[in-house]
């Protein structure tokens, strides 16, 4: 769930990536039954953050300083990913906290940072690279738009 959301943020507006982290958790539990109607109370913020936060970092910071264009925005995409996987996870533990109970920082760090360790490596790798070939293949974006050479 985690990847459309990712690329929505970085292919949307701020609104539109905010609507498919909230939908995908929803739309995904109710046609294959996972995640659980529990785990979907606490993804939706998360994912919801996730998809903001991508495309607001986006929109402020379009291509990283002193790269290339194609590789500087790779590297725009990975950073406000990062920004984003905090703020998200943040997210979901305040709605852990919310919707079940409190737990201690170590439980938190030892169940959600830990075990998804490879999977945050393979979003920030896929990600941007995925995002630079549907850049690429796509209509002209706002990025494309506002950084338009000669």
């Known amino acids: 769930m985690h990847f459309p959301v990712f690329l929505a943020g970085v292919l949307l507006s701020p609104i539109y990536a905010t609507l498919v982290g909230i939908m995908t958790p929803a739309l995904t539990a109710g046609f294959t039954g996972l ?87 393979a979003q920030l790798v896929l990600v941007p690279l995925a995002a630079s070939r549907l850049e690429k293949t796509s209509a002209p974006s706002i990025y494309d738009r506002k950084h338009r050479m000669g």
Request: no cysteine; glycine share 6%; aromatic share 10%.
């Open 35 to 121: 995640p659980t109607s529990e785990q979907v109370l606490r993804m939706i913020p998360e994912l919801a953050v996730y998809g903001l936060v991508t495309s607001l970092a986006l929109r402020a910071f379009p291509v990283w300083p002193g790269l290339s264009k194609r590789l500087g925005r790779m590297a725009a995409i990975a950073a406000a990913m990062m920004a984003a996987m905090i703020l998200g996870r943040a997210a979901y533990i305040l709605a852990y906290i919310v919707f079940a109970s409190a737990e201690s920082l170590g439980y938190f760090v030892s169940v959600l940072i830990t075990p998804a360790i490879p999977g945050i490596i």
